[in-house]
Nanobody, 124 residues
Framework: QLQASGGGSVQAGGSLRLSCAAS????????MGWFRQAPGKEREFVAA????????KYEVSVKGRFTISRDNAKNMVYLQMNSLKPEDTAVYFC???????????????????WGQGTQVTVSS
Protein backbone atom coordinates (compact mmCIF):
# COMPACT_ATOMS: atom_id res chain seq x y z
CA GLN A 1 0.00 0.00 0.00
CA LEU A 2 1.21 3.49 -0.82
CA GLN A 3 -0.09 6.73 0.68
CA ALA A 4 0.91 10.00 -0.94
CA SER A 5 0.60 13.31 0.85
CA GLY A 6 1.95 16.84 0.90
CA GLY A 7 0.13 18.34 -2.05
CA GLY A 8 -1.41 21.79 -1.95
CA SER A 9 -1.74 25.13 -3.69
CA VAL A 10 1.25 27.41 -4.19
CA GLN A 11 2.20 30.32 -6.37
CA ALA A 12 4.65 29.98 -9.20
CA GLY A 13 8.19 29.90 -7.89
CA GLY A 14 7.14 28.25 -4.66
CA SER A 15 8.04 24.86 -3.23
CA LEU A 16 6.28 21.75 -1.99
CA ARG A 17 7.52 18.49 -0.58
CA LEU A 18 5.52 15.37 -1.37
CA SER A 19 5.77 12.27 0.78
CA CYS A 20 4.79 8.70 0.08
CA ALA A 21 4.46 6.16 2.88
CA ALA A 22 4.78 2.50 1.97
CA SER A 23 3.54 -0.58 3.77
CA UNK A 24 2.81 -4.22 3.09
CA UNK A 25 5.76 -5.00 0.83
CA UNK A 26 9.55 -4.96 0.92
CA UNK A 27 10.02 -1.28 0.33
CA UNK A 28 13.81 -1.42 0.54
CA UNK A 29 14.19 -3.54 -2.60
CA UNK A 30 11.86 -1.55 -4.81
CA UNK A 31 12.43 1.28 -7.22
CA MET A 32 10.14 4.11 -6.21
CA GLY A 33 8.73 6.51 -8.75
CA TRP A 34 6.61 9.61 -8.96
CA PHE A 35 4.19 10.20 -11.82
CA ARG A 36 1.69 12.97 -12.41
CA GLN A 37 -1.52 13.43 -14.32
CA ALA A 38 -2.90 16.79 -15.38
CA PRO A 39 -6.57 17.20 -16.33
CA GLY A 40 -7.24 15.76 -19.77
CA LYS A 41 -3.74 14.36 -20.11
CA GLU A 42 -2.05 11.01 -19.78
CA ARG A 43 -0.15 10.13 -16.64
CA GLU A 44 3.49 11.00 -17.11
CA PHE A 45 6.74 10.11 -15.44
CA VAL A 46 8.35 12.61 -13.08
CA ALA A 47 11.18 10.93 -11.18
CA ALA A 48 12.39 7.59 -9.85
CA UNK A 49 14.97 6.33 -7.39
CA UNK A 50 16.71 2.99 -7.08
CA UNK A 51 16.18 0.89 -3.95
CA UNK A 52 19.60 1.92 -2.63
CA UNK A 53 19.18 5.60 -3.44
CA UNK A 54 22.34 5.44 -5.54
CA UNK A 55 20.63 6.12 -8.85
CA UNK A 56 17.87 8.49 -9.88
CA LYS A 57 16.06 9.41 -13.05
CA TYR A 58 14.12 12.56 -13.89
CA GLU A 59 11.81 13.78 -16.57
CA VAL A 60 13.55 16.52 -18.51
CA SER A 61 11.20 19.36 -17.54
CA VAL A 62 11.71 18.82 -13.80
CA LYS A 63 15.43 18.13 -13.77
CA GLY A 64 17.21 20.69 -11.62
CA ARG A 65 13.98 21.73 -9.90
CA PHE A 66 12.75 18.47 -8.35
CA THR A 67 14.68 16.07 -6.13
CA ILE A 68 13.60 12.54 -5.27
CA SER A 69 14.90 10.88 -2.13
CA ARG A 70 14.03 7.97 0.12
CA ASP A 71 14.42 6.75 3.67
CA ASN A 72 14.36 2.97 3.74
CA ALA A 73 14.32 2.89 7.53
CA LYS A 74 11.00 4.76 7.48
CA ASN A 75 9.60 3.24 4.28
CA MET A 76 9.24 6.72 2.84
CA VAL A 77 9.96 8.35 -0.49
CA TYR A 78 9.94 12.10 -1.04
CA LEU A 79 9.71 14.54 -3.89
CA GLN A 80 11.07 17.99 -3.16
CA MET A 81 9.65 20.38 -5.75
CA ASN A 82 11.20 23.83 -6.10
CA SER A 83 10.66 26.65 -8.60
CA LEU A 84 7.20 25.33 -9.31
CA LYS A 85 5.47 26.36 -12.52
CA PRO A 86 1.78 26.38 -13.46
CA GLU A 87 2.47 23.49 -15.83
CA ASP A 88 3.44 21.36 -12.81
CA THR A 89 -0.21 21.40 -11.76
CA ALA A 90 -1.41 17.80 -11.60
CA VAL A 91 -2.31 14.92 -9.35
CA TYR A 92 0.93 13.29 -8.25
CA PHE A 93 1.15 9.54 -7.70
CA CYS A 94 3.85 7.39 -6.19
CA UNK A 95 4.54 3.89 -7.44
CA UNK A 96 6.70 0.92 -6.50
CA UNK A 97 8.51 -1.42 -8.87
CA UNK A 98 10.69 -4.42 -7.97
CA UNK A 99 13.23 -3.79 -10.73
CA UNK A 100 16.87 -3.65 -9.79
CA UNK A 101 17.50 -0.31 -11.48
CA UNK A 102 15.80 2.80 -12.81
CA UNK A 103 16.48 2.03 -16.46
CA UNK A 104 12.80 1.54 -17.39
CA UNK A 105 11.33 3.46 -14.47
CA UNK A 106 9.67 6.00 -16.76
CA UNK A 107 7.29 3.29 -18.01
CA UNK A 108 4.28 3.12 -15.69
CA UNK A 109 3.39 -0.40 -16.78
CA UNK A 110 6.19 -1.93 -14.74
CA UNK A 111 4.96 -0.59 -11.40
CA UNK A 112 3.30 -3.08 -9.07
CA UNK A 113 1.86 -0.72 -6.52
CA TRP A 114 0.32 2.75 -6.75
CA GLY A 115 -0.77 5.33 -4.23
CA GLN A 116 -4.00 7.30 -4.44
CA GLY A 117 -2.49 10.60 -5.57
CA THR A 118 -2.14 14.06 -4.09
CA GLN A 119 -3.17 17.27 -5.83
CA VAL A 120 -0.60 19.95 -6.61
CA THR A 121 -1.88 23.28 -7.92
CA VAL A 122 0.49 26.03 -9.01
CA SER A 123 -0.98 29.44 -9.78
CA SER A 124 0.70 32.12 -11.88
Amino acid sequence: QLQASGGGSVQAGGSLRLSCAASGFRFSIHVMGWFRQAPGKEREFVAAIKWSGSSTKYEVSVKGRFTISRDNAKNMVYLQMNSLKPEDTAVYFCGADDSDNVLYSDYEGIYEYWGQGTQVTVSS
